[in-house]
């Protein structure tokens, strides 16, 4: 549903308002969908994509000429920043980023300061190598079969990773490869996915089929009804081989969880099982599960297999489909979204299953272009759009970092992205755990954690930019005053940059009242704070 622009402004409360987005000029289609103007799509685009703002160089391109929309996105998809971005992207849907795992930096005997870094490099390896695949545009099986992760030197230093070629320097993440045995299996070879999705002795690793199914073939199991022929209570053991309504599923569950076993730990809470493959063990699946691992009825050698069987199923590129569709629609896939869905899937597996060219035909959809519904919208498509996005945590930290150099830390924890001493969770993000779908409307939490960051990005930007020579941002002369062109200039550069729309003279006599309010009490340099912190807070700005 549209996060409206009025509600937005009553929920900031802001300094000022922006000037009115200009009108939607591409016409809509039968749908009733109006697509937004090319610079504020750009803008869509870049901060999905790459976490921060296109420059003004950018917006004034596709301005001139809407065609370059696609060559751009195709551009910020292979940009430096895009691996990173897309990481907290699938994070969403993955839910493998967590502040605390049965395991943490203590355990290693690492400092305090490094237990935020060491969780995100935990829950953040399996995405970085999906991010990988598709910055580097590779067959998406190998998602599910490449024969490496992607790791820091900090995890390459703790678990038995060795890095290929001459990656990992700093704290970038490179190319790795694990050193105990373990098959080759993409990211179901990788630690970070078995720590968050965590097995015990009643269990057997079934929920981690139930992970993968939902992750990778879009089928919850967990979902199915379950109707009993009978009431009485069951031993579960004999329930699971003789209930039918238990036997549908398990037959199914319990030959994929009988390939899991080189990741039982028999001691939980300890590092060096938990960072372990054990081959040793694989044999303990098909003996407590009592079946031989195989995949839909066919038999298979165990995690040395899944990969490749999951590559093969239909429902696996299907699946990428579907999943990149809702991530970047910010919402499920529907019925009516049938024939878009399955176009952009035909497209998929005749261009060999490459995901970038998924990737921008996803950027290219009706439902991703939306940025507002006309009076032939029916009601089911204006229930199902959103034709506003809110900024994530991680969106808003880049996008600050990059635009006014704002480094928000506590204690070695970025504010944004941890809720153990900062602010995920309360600037709409998710957690992992408890909170597993981001925000989609302003509340009071997502209020105050977005003003508090706006004052520290505005004093760091002005601290920074005003009245130096090397100023990127803020260019204005210190002597310039409303009604000086310097001065309008600067308002209706930063009016563009940050919103992707041109501002009306309205809007510049608004924020020159602002301004002169509050250079009278505390002079000029304070007042740029106030209209800068005005601009990080408006709906414009935190809407996209």
Not at 138 to 161: E, G, R
Not at 241 to 268: K, N
Request: aromatic share 10%; proline share 6%.
């Amino acid at each position: 549903m549209a996060v409206g622009r009025a509600a937005l402004l009553l929920a900031i409360g802001a300094f000022g308002c922006s000037g009115e987005a200009a009108e939607d000029s591409a016409a809509a289609g039968p749908s009733g969908r109006v697509p937004l103007e090319a610079p504020r799509l750009l803008r869509r685009v870049s901060l999905d994509l790459r976490g921060t703002l296109p420059s003004a160089a950018d917006l004034d391109a596709v301005e001139a000429n809407p065609a370059l929309l696609r060559e751009f996105a195709a551009g910020y998809i292979n940009s430096d920043a895009f691996e990173e971005r897309f990481t907290s992207l699938l994070a969403e849907r993955w839910h493998t980023v967590m502040d605390v795992y049965e395991v943490g930096a203590l355990d290693y005997g690492l400092p305090p300061e490094q237990l935020g870094e060491f969780a995100h490099a935990v829950g953040e390896e399996p995405l970085r190598l999906i991010a990988h695949v598709v910055h580097e545009n590779l067959p998406w099986s190998q998602v599910v079969m490449a024969d490496y992760t992607m790791a820091p030197p900090l995890l390459v230093n703790l678990w038995p990773l060795d890095f290929v070629e001459d990656g990992g320097t700093g704290n970038g993440w490179a190319k790795a490869r694990y050193t105990d045995g373990r098959p080759a299996a993409g990211v179901l070879s990788s630690n970070g996915f078995y720590w968050r999705y965590v097995t015990n002795v009643s269990n057997k690793s079934r929920g981690r089929v139930a992970a993968i199914s939902r992750l990778l073939l879009c089928t919850d199991i967990l979902a199915r009804p379950v109707v009993f022929a009978r009431s009485q209570v069951l031993d579960p053991e004999e329930a699971i081989r003789t209930e039918p309504a238990c036997v549908t599923c398990h037959v199914t569950v319990d030959p994929l969880a009988a390939s899991m076993f080189g990741f039982w730990w028999t001691i939980q809470y300890n590092p060096y099982e938990m960072q372990t493959y054990h081959p040793e063990r694989e044999r303990l699946g098909p003996d407590l599960l009592d079946t031989e691992p195989g995949y839909y009825g066919t038999t298979m050698g165990g995690l040395v297999d899944l990969g490749f069987y999951l590559s093969q199923d239909p429902r696996y590129s299907k699946c990428a489909v579907e999943s990149m569709a809702e991530q970047l629609w910010h919402r499920p896939v529907g019925f009516d979204d049938y024939e878009a869905v399955d176009r952009m899937w035909t497209d998929f597996e005749a261009d060999g299953q490459l995901p970038q060219g998924l990737l921008l035909d996803v950027l290219d959809s009706e439902s991703y272009r939306v940025g507002s519904l006309d009076d032939n919208a029916s009601a089911a498509t204006r229930e199902r759009e959103v034709v506003e996005r809110l900024l994530s945590p991680n969106q808003q930290r880049l996008l600050l970092s990059d635009l006014t150099g704002l480094v928000w830390t506590q204690n070695g924890y970025v504010q944004l992205e941890n809720d153990k001493v900062g602010f995920r969770d309360l600037a709409g993000g998710v957690d992992g755990y408890t909170v597993t779908s981001p925000q989609s409307s302003p509340g009071l939490t997502w209020v105050l954690s977005n003003k508090r960051a706006a004052q520290a990005a505005a004093f760091t930007l002005v601290a920074r930019d005003f009245g130096q020579v090397a100023a990127t941002v803020l260019t204005v002369p210190e002597s310039a005053r409303p009604g000086d062109p310097e001065f309008t200039s600067q308002l209706e550069a930063l009016h563009w940059r940050l919103f992707a729309t041109r501002a009306d003279s309205a809007w510049v006599a608004e924020m020159g009242e602002l301004w002169s309010a509050v250079d009278l009490v505390v002079g000029p340099e304070e007042a740029w704070e106030a209209v800068v912190e005005a601009l990080l807070r408006d709906p414009l700005m935190v809407t996209y």
